[in-house]
């Protein structure tokens, strides 16, 4: 049986779709995509999915408090993006309290395992 390209994997597949909900000017951390996705703790897991799936506003995921945590000319260039769109920051960080895209509360996935 074939494998599926990671892409397609359901968790990348409800990672993207979270991440394209994020409107132009606001933004959300790498940790609170996760949890809108269905996967609490899996922050890492969507730089991943960043970074594999095309056509996804990168430059709208951020590290916890509003930091860019992309090294170098990247992290330049996802602060120029943020700013074309009018988010501001406060030093080094976003403004999280007026920038901050807030997800609707998801049901937490239940188990396989019963106790």
């Excluded at 968790?11 to 949890?35: D, F, N």
């Excluded at 922050?43 to 995921?61: D, F, M, T």
């Excluded at 943020?82 to 609707?104: C, I, N, S, T």
Aim: aromatic residues 6%; positive net charge; proline residues 9%.
């Amino acid at each position: 049986m074939p494998r599926k390209p990671a892409s397609q994997l359901p968790l990348a597949l409800s990672v993207a779709a979270v991440i394209r909900r994020i409107p132009r000017g606001k933004v959300s951390t790498y940790g609170a995509v996760a949890e809108a996705a269905g996967y609490p703790r899996c922050a890492r897991h969507v730089s991943k999915v960043l970074n594999q799936v095309p056509g996804l506003p990168w430059q709208r995921v951020l590290g916890s408090g509003g930091r860019i945590s992309l090294p170098g000319e990247y992290g330049l260039e996802q602060r120029f993006l943020l700013e074309a769109e009018g988010v501001r920051f406060r030093g080094k960080r976003v403004d999280l309290a007026a920038f901050e895209h807030k997800f609707p509360a998801t049901p937490r996935k239940r188990s396989s395992r019963q106790s």
